[in-house]
């Protein structure tokens, strides 16, 4: 079964670009061996770990799954937060902010990186998409909260009936044609250029993405 060790293992090998049979070879083991660390068949010992964190220059609590930062530092509450940030923590929910912080870092680099595309109607799109959530979400709270509805021009019955979901399909799909009508190559997304373009930000967006990436790999393998 696939691991964490596994799934980063194999990733950072096709990141590099290089094959399973040279990369088995740099690392002093066979291909079939490495295909099994690779799918989660087999654990490795520690020197073999050692020898990959060398290899893909990566922390071993990286490679490991322990920590979303190569270097091996962890996503602290500093990393998300400046000073004028811990008045409200203190008056609030650490969790809440601390949330808020990992998706409006999240958000800014996206946004940034459509920007550098300059296709305006794949940025309304992607407004348009992000938006609905927070639409439904308030809503929702909205009403868990004993408010009626009546600040709302959508009647009940179409917000209960998945209109919403319509919607934010239809912004998805748009904002896919949009991109596919375009020139993507121009984005460098490298980890390395991500991390040096956004610094501590690219730390938000890599725990978001890795976070939903493992619930959606979950769902995938229950019985629905």
């Known amino acids: 079964m ?13 990141e ?15 291909q079939a061996l490495l295909s099994h660390y690779e799918n989660g068949i087999r654990e490795p010992g520690l ?15 990286f490679l490991l799954g322990r920590t979303l ?22 008056r609030g929910s650490i969790l809440a902010t601390l949330q808020s912080k990992l998706i409006t870092g999240s958000v800014s680099v996206l946004f940034d990186l459509l920007g550098k595309l300059g296709d305006k109607n794949a940025i309304n799109h992607a407004a348009n998409f992000l938006s ?10 909205y009403r868990h909260s004993g408010h009626r509805d ?17 919607d934010m399909q239809l912004e998805h ?20 250029a ?15 993405i890795s976070t939903v990436d493992k619930r959606l790999s979950r769902l995938a393998q229950e019985d629905v």
């Open 2 to 14: 696939a691991t964490e060790f596994s799934r980063g293992l194999s990733a950072l090998r096709q």
């Open 16 to 30: 590099r670009g290089v094959s399973q049979r040279t990369a088995s070879k740099d690392l002093g083991i066979s």
């Open 47 to 61: 020197p073999f770990v050692v020898r990959a964190c060398d290899y893909y220059n990566v922390s071993a609590d």
């Open 69 to 90: 930062a190569r270097d091996g530092s962890m996503l602290s509450a500093e990393d998300l937060m400046g000073a004028e940030d811990m008045d409200s923590v203190l």
């Open 132 to 141: 609905v959530s927070v639409y439904q979400l308030y809503r929702q709270l």
């Open 150 to 166: 009546a600040l709302f021009a959508t009647q009940n019955r179409d917000f209960d009936n998945a209109i919403i979901i319509t």
């Open 173 to 192: 799909l748009r904002f896919v044609r949009n991109l596919d009508d375009g020139d993507g190559s121009a984005l460098d997304m490298s980890p390395q």
């Open 194 to 208: 991500m991390t040096e373009a956004y610094p501590g930000r690219t730390q938000s967006l890599t725990q978001v």
